[in-house]
């Protein structure tokens, strides 16, 4: 962490900044010169709150060098996390696709969708019970009801099922629920983040839609400082200028995030793009750039759905998918022998 | 609300979408062009899902005339909303300015700074009691200890106090807060709104950092169609790439809003720039631009705040602000009678 | 196009507005609604100042259905366009690679450059004689020796070039350059999008930073309304809140910009990530999605680069990726043979 | 400027760095961590090329600590630049309010808003003779007859004149122009800017939609670099997420811009909103927030104007405008006074 103080500092002034960074528990480096004084703090500064230090009458700006994450780091937790989800494994170098319906709208609907993807080669089964719907006028989801459905797909396909928590008062109805969504607008919901981090099930994580990596890290690491270190992150589109796509799927998120972090990561090609028809080309440039997985919106009958239709796959063309899936993720493990 | 629809479309998939529009209870204006059927849809169209009706077969693609917010509308509700909040009156022509420390820290801190705010002019008191902190290792607030402290600030002075909720599971906490913030993070916590719908209580609803006008309406309909129709819409910069500033003041909120909306709008200058220096200059504009109010962070000791001290302003500084803002208010009834 | 106008316009106003769009060459339909009255013009609307529409005093609003551009329209010409160079083909299924420096720095380098790349499989050579640089004391590039270095480079490899264009002044320098590139900052050029569609000369078109589709489609229909169809669309990352890379590849773009239009679209995941070690994922992501071509900065020595050295390939490295590039787009072709 | 090196570099490594650091005429004060060194450059770092700096081996990352702009820096020009055109003054505490139709359209139209403008109290008259258009169909300005029906206003009227450059080749048409402005999508076109740094005339430079305070300054420093230090800054909205409002006014502009530079500072609230209702409550809010003046457009037809005229006031508009703007200055200036 770097200190730039302003010009002419007061002795006591500096004196007394000196003594708050030793109380830290870090090292002060200080380079005196001309116009500016810098320092370096050295040591574990993850956990020095900047805007104290910002605040400090000699302090000019303060920038960070290490990031303000330990748990999510990779640089101190240097190999490749992998969640297990009964059979399904996430994380380590494999494809693990989950799918299913925007919204879980009827038992057969549920059944019919799971087993269709099942076979196909999906792991995993989604599909939303809770819906944010920008509109208190749209479709809110079945709520408990969907919750209740969805464990008699799982029960039906064996599929671990993967549903979206909206408020912490609904925590009780997920006992079940394998792998707990976080929506990208509750990406910064610190209450429901804290107590999910007292859970011992894998969460799964959107990033906001104008969020950062940092931020999308800093709220994986409000999850694990308090113990629960099943955090996969997934990337389902930023807000960009272009509204052609409905969000901009930031591909540069497998490599940067895998840098960054242990953590697994998962691509959302069908919330990005908004528009089934480019499902399948984001698809396959996320496993060919090393994602761990996707998650991938399935209906039987997308025109009638109850809730984002437009970007559905049906059952037949996610076959289709996964074969192609199948084809890039060899190639890219070829490619990975290089 | 106009449909487009694809080329061709089959007898059979235009009798189904126009038997779908009449259940609606609205009605469809039909043009055949050479290449394109485009579609009037004249009615009370605000409660049509949108979604639904871009997944049918035939629909290309469909864009809203009307908005699909009702409840906030100005259209519907010409005369500006009045919200009372003991002696403090927001929205109608007048200026209301709410001041306090970003966190409440300890009793006589609080108390200091409520005296101070309020002999310089302020009628509400603002002070944050549960923080949303990016980093899990930052001063959270005092949480419940934080609102007990703001009451007796309010027996104190006897100013009104307006106080973020982070989680529903706090609001048995917030009885006897005057106003109920609601921060930017959690513009789109649909469960929250909801609940706060049910109160009659005013809400002041903070803009997300990447929200849309349209989409800060539609989170007051969600708290308006319960039932509570006391909410201030609050302007506290948007997230933009300029970042020497901290957000980007949006300034053509207040016309713009006023033109959408009735609800009466806030400019909050003290988050938007994230530096003490420019709350001065955003005030000022914020009241020659029209706003109804505004919300700025005022601190008895800045230098050694437990949080965003950056950005507050002394009592001194805030005392000279007022008369400033006194000023401009002025010019601005002057400009007015023109 | 759709019209919408205000509550009640007059008679004449209505007449008057629809003798104008009868002389714009189209036909207005009308459907008159409790609140609003609605037009579709049907006919060639690409052409219709749609600003001068807008400010009629009886129109609300006015909306886009047919794109603005026609040259440019996928719909107007079903086919992908194929731009050849000499012996290298860009469009219409294959991957072609230029690759380069983004500086020529010298006879030495850009012919060790050129020569290693087309060993690797490169078809085109790239590098930058004009240099736009955001500080006027930063390396400005070698100009017109540049040029010079380059058609040297090309008569000893037979690669043919590519280049950036910077100002119209620079254009007799270009005659013997096989495709001009005009910048991401000058994209809205126009005056240079003029007289390059004078030429019949393939342009390679970067989209702007915070430019949409529609605007980068705008600006190749510039130069084809000038008569210059072989327009080459180049994304290289767009502008995002996202800084830990230099910009943020839309993937999407591949599958959008090849519904909108017929043209060829090649990545430059260089610029986009400004990150050497993230090229690699991002050009296999491109060729997973279907892009036609890659654009990838390859340096001698990057460390000792006057420009960019930062996201620069050593020339082993870039070996080794065009093994992986044939390897994804081996995969692909047989993916699209499902 | 800060360096922050990788882990354990080697000797020589090191070495070469320092030497290299030393010949740009700085010096570096080296901090050893248990993790990383980092180094303090001291002296004069703007013209050091942080590209350079950044691709050498060793180096992590690189963080500017003093501005990259020298001329166009307030810490080194203490003074606020104040620039005469004629009889008007643009900077130093005044407001100059710049007026004019947004293409000059014929010599009528052009004499009757120079008089009237100039009657209601604009000092410089403006109007745009080439036109930047999205579109290669819409209307491109009379361009030279316009600079000539320019030029026959002013001598109507004694009022200077202001009108957009786009490109070198028009150079010459400029001659008697007295001011030339740099348009928004020019503000990066690096060879035009070079030239007019060699011009002894005022340049007006419009902020790029998506650029910042620091990357438009760069801008200025390009045409100061060159000799000519009469730049007037000018913000006309950023692109926000925000579709409203045509772009986002940033007002935080005027006092950061102030901050960091001794430039006049101009607000252009005609296309910051492309809405002519608010165009007054924006210019009260740059008047408020202490900006050296106005660029407004006024049409004596808006709804027969060739181009923006949605955006354009009629003339009885500017006139209560003006004296409007009049009565906030006067309240400004009471203000500073405090």
Known sequence: M????????????LDNLLSWIERQGVTAHISHGIHQTVMGLVGDTAKIDIDL?????????????????????RKFHPLDTVIKVNDAVIGGGGMTVIAGPCSVESEEQIITVARSVKASGATLLRGGAFKPRTSPYAFQGLREEGIKLLLEAKKDTGLPIVT?????????????????????RNMQNFELLKQ??????????????????????MSAEYIMA???????????????????TRNTLDISAIPSLKTLSHLPIVIDPSHAAGIARFVSPLSLAAVAAGADGLIIEVHNDPTHALCDGMQSL?????????????????AEMSVKEL
């Open 314 to 330: 049906t059952m037949p063309e996610f076959d289709k998918l996964m074969k192609k899936i199948n084809i890039i993720k060899e």
């Open 196 to 217: 999910l981090g007292h859970l011992n099930k894998p969460i799964l994580l959107k990033r906001g839609l104008a969020n950062t990596y940092q931020e999308l890290l």
């Open 226 to 244: 308090f113990g629960n270190e099943n955090v996969i992150l997934c990337e389902r589109g930023v807000r960009t200028f272009e509204n052609y």
């Open 53 to 73: 230090l910002c605040q400090m009458e000699i302090v000019e700006t303060v920038k960070r060098v290490q990031e303000p994450f330990k748990n999510a780091n």
């Open 164 to 184: 979206e928590i909206m408020d912490l008062s609904q925590l009780d109805l997920f006992d079940e629920v394998d792998v707990i969504q976080v929506g990208a």
């Open 2 to 13: 770097i200190v730039i103080l302003k010009e002419n500092p007061e002795k006591h002034q």
